[in-house]
């Protein structure tokens, strides 16, 4: 019993080892990724079509400010303009982003970056 208590506690031990290692290569990764966006992105160059249920414009948004990447935010709930852009563009989900001028289907800051890059 006691090898058991004593297998467990290392195996968990090593899992949380090797979960911390991964959020801090994640951190590490987007502040990176912060910085390549912040110096790419003018202001107009980023506009995210939201809805107000969506976790993942929630984590986009969050993301995007606290990194400092200009873009701007509406949501198709609450303006025509902004459903009748994302319904014209064939959108199938939020978020979906309008990269100088071009439709990218959720949040990936790597492709962001591609698409920001002359």
């Known amino acids: 019993m006691a090898r058991v208590k004593a297998d467990f506690w290392s195996l968990a031990l090593i899992l949380a080892l090797v979960l911390g290692a991964s959020q801090a290569a994640s951190w590490w990764l ?26 993942y414009c929630d984590k986009a ?3 995007m400010t606290t990194q400092q990447v200009p873009f701007r935010e509406c949501f198709i709930e609450s303006d025509a303009a902004c459903l009748a852009e994302f319904q014209a563009r064939g959108a199938r989900g939020t978020p979906t982003l309008v990269v100088r001028g071009q439709t990218q289907l959720g949040f990936d800051q790597a492709r962001l970056i591609q698409s920001l890059k002359p």
């Open 30 to 55: 987007g502040r990176g990724q912060g910085e390549e966006l912040r110096a790419l992105a003018k202001p107009g160059d980023i506009v995210m079509l939201s809805s107000q249920t969506c976790i």
């Open 61 to 63: 948004r969050a993301w």
